[in-house]
T-cell receptor
Framework: GAGVSQSPSNKVTEKGKDVELRCDPI?????LYWYRQRLGQGLEFLIY????????KSGLPSDRFSAERTGESVSTLTIQRTQQEDSAVYLC?????????????FGEGSRLTVL | KNQVEQSPQSLIILEGKNCTLQ??????????LRWYKQDTGRGPVSLTI???SENTKSNGRYTATLDADTKQSSLHITASQLSDSASYIC????????????WGAGTKLIIKP
């Protein structure tokens, strides 16, 4: 597709359940980011992938969060044993140019509600 | 500590008026500064990217300025339109970590008819 695609767009789950969020970056983009945005708040960095390099997982808030990406393709963000504080919009962005001036292109986000 | 602060937190102006949003940063070493527009319920969209040597950059009715000495940037919106209602986010890239972006909390702009 022409842009970054995320699915599902909305997810409602019960506390304690696992959820998986998917991101399809723009074709050819080597860099991929996951961010979390709570209602009315700024973006929180979660994880960064660059090609086949080891990802930067420094933003993951707990070991319940994990993310995978195969090469330069699809990425999945998994949240295990969801808690109510996990409720947020999860945004994925990809970038063509690794490093300093690469413009980020964002998807529309996956809105997660944990009841 | 690398930080980006934006002001005001929110702003309401009448359609057709101009406005200026501010961004102060304490990011070192500085690499570049970006402004994003985020409509409610959507992902952010890039407006401008400015490097150290650029003082002014325009994108239609949006003009960004950068003063690397005082570590300040502004985003000026001319002849505002209802569609300008959004959050405007300032983001600074630290030069020692090419991909790490320091995000401001944003300014929520509301344009009233």
């Amino acid at each position: 597709g022409a842009g970054v695609s995320q699915s599902p767009s909305n997810k409602v789950t019960e506390k304690g359940k696992d959820v998986e969020l998917r991101c399809d970056p723009i074709s050819g983009h080597t860099a991929l980011y996951w961010y979390r945005q709570r209602l009315g708040q700024g973006l929180e960095f979660l994880i960064y992938f660059q090609g086949n390099s080891a990802p930067d997982k420094s933003g993951l808030p707990s070991d319940r969060f994990s993310a995978e990406r195969t090469g330069e393709s699809v990425s999945t963000l998994t949240i295990q044993r969801t808690q109510q504080e996990d409720s947020a919009v999860y945004l994925c962005a990809s970038s063509l140019v690794w490093g300093l001036t690469g413009e980020l292109f964002f998807g529309e986000g996956s809105r997660l509600t944990v009841l | 500590k690398n930080q980006v602060e934006q002001s005001p937190q929110s702003l309401i102006i009448l359609e057709g008026k101009n406005c200026t949003l501010q961004c102060n940063y304490t990011v070192s070493p500085f690499s570049n500064l970006r402004w994003y527009k985020q409509d409610t319920g959507r992902g952010p969209v890039s407006l401008t990217i400015m490097t150290f040597s650029e003082n002014t950059k325009s994108n239609g009715r949006y003009t960004a300025t950068l003063d690397a000495d005082t570590k300040q940037s502004s985003l000026h919106i001319t002849a505002s339109q209802l569609s300008d209602s959004a959050s405007y986010i300032c983001v600074v890239s630290a030069g020692d970590s090419n991909y790490q972006l320091i995000w401001g909390a944003g300014t929520k702009l509301i344009i009233k008819p």
